[in-house]
C-alpha cells in the first residue's frame, strides 16, 4: 500500500468510526504569531483541546501538512525530513483509551497490513510525586491485542532514554514503560513543568522494529527509543486525562480527550518494510527524476539527493500556502530550502535551471488529494523559478569573491562567511580554493564548526517560535498597550490566581485585547482590583528590562510562559519592577517600554493623566474570558 492509499484509507477507517473530516491548516496560521509554521497536527486544534467547541463535533480526523525548520543542516538521514504529513484523530471529551487502542491497532495491521510482530508500545511509568498512576490500562489494552495475535506482549520499567541504553530489551519484552521525558504530554514536555491550568496527560507511542543491526554508537543497548534506526516511532496516542491545577497538583479532567499523531511517511517506510522513507511513493518519484537529470545513482548521492528531494517539495507546500522567499522568518527559511537545494544539485552536476523539471513531479503527486496544489501549481513553479534564477547570480558571484582569496589564504570564519553570506557549503569553497591554489588554514574546519554551531543554535531558537505579543505596530502606542499587556496578566493572576494562563492577545495602537482561562466570570469588583494593580504599577514607575535564559531554567526561576514547548532553546524574560516589587516576569519578545511611568505619558515624555481601564469582558468559548482595555 502506498503513502496516497494509506491517506485515504485512514481518513475512511474514521470516518467509519463517526469522524468529521476537516481540511488541513496552512503551514503558516494566521493570527498565530507564536510559531513560524505548523509543526504538528496537534497545533490548530489546541483551542479545541482547550475546551472551544468544533463546529464539526467531537470527533476530528484529517491529514495536516507540516514543517519543522529547527535542523535544515542535519537532513540526509533515512527517516527525518523537514516537511510531513501527520496522520490524525481527536476525541473531545468523546471515547478514549479503549476505543482508540484497538482502532489503531486494527488500522495498522489489519488495514495496511503491517505485521504486528514487528510493532513495540511504550506506556508512561508513572510519578509517585504528583499522584499520577503507571498507565497499566493503555499497557493491558496492548497485551491483549498482541496476544490475540499470539505474539509475546511482556512489559518493562525502563524510565529514561539513558536508563534504556543501560538495561535494553529481554525477550518476550514488547510494551515498555517511560518516564514523563518520553511519555507524558504537555505544553511543556514533563509534569512539573506543565503550565498551571493546561491539560495533559500521557502518552502510547508505536514503534515499528526494521531488524536492522543496533549501532552502539548511540548507547550499549538497544531498545524502542534508541535513535539508532532500527525502531522508527510511526504514531503517538495522547490521553489528555489530567489538568494541572497548582504547582505539584494535579486532577482528573471530566471529560477526557484523545490527541493521535501518526508520520504518514513513516507508517508508509513501515508497509515498505524499508526504513528509508525517501522510497515511499511520495518522494521516491522526486528521486527518480533527480537521477534521470543527473545520470547519477541514489546509491551514490543518497545525502544530495534527499536533501533536493525534502527541501524542494517543502518549498513546494509553503509556496502554495502563500509563502515567498525573502530574509524574513518565513521566508527566509523557504530562502534557505531553495539555497541549499541549488547548492546540492551543483554537487550532482545539474548545472541549469531544475525547478521547472522537478516541481511539476512534486505537484502532481498530490493534485488529486490537495486541491490547492493544483490551483496554484503554475505559480508555485514562477515563485520558485525566479529565486532559483536570483541564486544562480548569486554563486556566480560568491565565486568571483572567493577567487579574491588568491595569496591570502582563507580562515575558518572566511569559509563560514562564504557560506552564510554567499550561500557556499564548505565543501564548495574547498573545492574552488584548491582548484586555484588558495591556502586553507589548518585549523579553518574548528573555526567553521564552532560558527555553524552558533548559527543553528539561533536559527533552532527562531523556528521554534516568534513572540510578539499579538502586536499590529511597532509604534510607542504598541508598547505601552504590549506592556500594559503584561501587567494585566501579572494582576490577573495575583486576583484570580495563578491558574490563569494567556489563551490570545491582540494589540493595536488604540487598544487591547486579552484571552485568558477561566471558569467563571470575572466580577466588576474583581476587574476594579486589576484596574488597581496596574495603575499602582504605572505610578510606580517601575523599571523594564530583559534577560535572556535558557528555557528551562526560566520556567524553574518563575517566568511565566503561554506557548509551552513552542518555545526555543533559550527565552528572553522581561521583567517590570526588581527586588520586593516585581509585578511581572515573563516570556516574551518585545517590545516594551523601559519604564512602566511611560503608560502615562505622552511621546515627548509629558505626563497625560492617563489610566489603565478594562472596557469589556465576556467569554471567548468555553472556559476562556475576554476582556478588552485601553490607556485613557
Given amino acids: 500500500m502506498n503513502a496516497q492509499e494509506i491517506r485515504k484509507k485512514y481518513l475512511e477507517f474514521y470516518q467509519a468510526r463517526g469522524h468529521a473530516t476537516v481540511q488541513r491548516a496552512p503551514l503558516i496560521l494566521t493570527g498565530d504569531p507564536t510559531t513560524l509554521f505548523t509543526g ?52 473531545l471529551g468523546d471515547y478514549f483509551k479503549k476505543e482508540q487502542i484497538p482502532w489503531m491497532f486494527e488500522f495498522l ?60 530489551m529481554r525477550e518476550g519484552e514488547r510494551i515498555f514503560y517511560y518516564d514523563g521525558s518520553k511519555n507524558w504530554w504537555s505544553r511543556n514536555g514533563a509534569p512539573e513543568t506543565t503550565p498551571i491550568g493546561d491539560p495533559c496527560g500521557p502518552d502510547s507511542e508505536m514503534f515499528y522494529d526494521f531488524g536492522t543491526p543496533h549501532d552502539p554508537k548511540f548507547g550499549e543497548h538497544c531498545h524502542p527509543n534508541c535513535d539508532c534506526g532500527r525502531f522508527m516511532e510511526i504514531g ?48 521516491w518519484p522526486i528521486i527518480e527524476k ?38 524574513k522568518e518565513q521566508g527566509y527559511v523557504m530562502r534557505r530550502l531553495l539555497r541549499r537545494a541549488i547548492r546540492f544539485a551543483n554537487e550532482l552536476g545539474i548545472k541549469e535551471e531544475f525547478f521547472e523539471e522537478v516541481v511539476p513531479v512534486i505537484a502532481d503527486l498530490y493534485v488529486n488529494d490537495f486541491p490547492e496544489v493544483l490551483e496554484a501549481r503554475d505559480k508555485i513553479i514562477i515563485t520558485l523559478m525566479k529565486e532559483e534564477k536570483a541564486f ?20 575558518g570564519e572566511e569559509i563560514f562567511t562564504m557560506h552564510d553570506t554567499y550561500g557556499f557549503p564548505y565543501e564548495l569553497s ?47 502606542a504598541h508598547k505601552r498597550l504590549h506592556t500594559a499587556n503584561h501587567l494585566m496578566y501579572a494582576a490577573l493572576r495575583q486576583v484570580l490566581g495563578n491558574h490563569v494562563m494567556q489563551r490570545g492577545s491582540n494589540i493595536t495602537s488604540e487598544r487591547l485585547r486579552f484571552d485568558f482561562n477561566n471558569d467563571a466570570k470575572v466580577t466588576r469588583e474583581q476587574l476594579d482590583e486589576v484596574e488597581n494593580l496596574v495603575n499602582g504599577w504605572i505610578e510606580a514607575d517601575l523599571p523594564v528590562s530583559y534577560k535572556e535564559y535558557p528555557t528551562e531554567e526560566a520556567f524553574k526561576m518563575g517566568a511565566v510562559g503561554a506557548f509551552g514547548d513552542r518555545y526555543g532553546d533559550t527565552v528572553k524574560v522581561y521583567q517590570m519592577g526588581e527586588g520586593d516589587i516585581r509585578a511581572s516576569f515573563e516570556i516574551c519578545g ?27 469582558e465576556g467569554s471567548s468559548s468555553a472556559g476562556v474570558r475576554r476582556v478588552k482595555a485601553v490607556l485613557q
Fill in 40 to 91: 504538528s497536527g496537534m497545533q490548530p486544534m489546541i483551542p479545541f483541546l482547550l475546551g472551544e467547541a468544533h463546529p464539526k463535533g467531537v470527533r476530528i480526523a484529517d491529514s495536516q501538512t507540516c514543517l519543522r525548520a529547527q535542523d535544515i543542516d542535519d537532513i540526509g538521514d533515512n527517516r527525518h525530513t523537514t516537511f510531513f504529513e501527520m496522520l490524525g484523530n481527536w476525541s
Fill in 109 to 168: 495491521t489489519e488495514v495496511v497490513g503491517l505485521d504486528p510482530a514487528k510493532l513495540y508500545v511504550t506506556c508512561y511509568i508513572g510519578d509517585q510525586r504528583f499522584g499520577i498512576p503507571k498507565d497499566q490500562e493503555a499497557a493491558e489494552l496492548w497485551a491483549e491485542l498482541f496476544a490475540a495475535k499470539g505474539l509475546s506482549h511482556g512489559t518493562a520499567d525502563i524510565g529514561s532514554e539513558a536508563d534504556g541504553y543501560a538495561r535494553g
Fill in 236 to 283: 503517538n496516542n495522547v490521553f489528555m486525562a489530567y489538568k494541572k491545577v497548582a504547582d505539584g497538583v494535579f486532577e482528573p479532567l471530566e471529560k477526557p480527550n484523545i490527541d493521535h499523531g501518526s508520520g504518514l511517511e513513516r507508517i508508509a517506510a513501515a508497509a515498505n518494510n524499508n526504513p528509508d522513507v525517501f522510497k515511499v511513493s511520495l518522494l
Fill in 290 to 327: 533527480l537521477q534521470n537529470l543527473s545520470g547519477k545513482k541514489y546509491e551514490d548521492h543518497t545525502e544530495a539527493m534527499r536533501v533536493i528531494a525534502d527541501h524542494l517539495r517543502a518549498a513546494t507546500f509553503m509556496a502554495v500556502d502563500g509563502c515567498v522567499p525573502s530574509n
Fill in 392 to 411: 544562480m547570480r548569486t554563486l556566480a558571484k560568491g565565486t568571483r569573491h572567493l577567487l579574491g582569496f588568491i595569496g591570502d589564504g582563507l580562515t
Fill in 430 to 476: 574547498v573545492e574552488v580554493a584548491k582548484r586555484h591554489n588558495i591556502q586553507i588554514a589548518s585549523d579553518w574546519k574548528d573555526e567553521f564548526d564552532r560558527l555553524m554551531a552558533e548559527q543553528r543554535k539561533r536559527s533552532q531558537t527562531a523556528a521554534k517560535g516568534v513572540f510578539k505579543g499579538g502586536l499590529e505596530g511597532q509604534t510607542m
Fill in 590 to 616: 518585545g517590545p516594551h517600554v523601559d519604564h512602566t511611568g511611560q503608560l502615562a505619558q505622552d511621546d515627548d515624555g509629558k505626563p497625560n493623566g492617563k489610566k489603565f481601564k478594562i472596557l469589556k
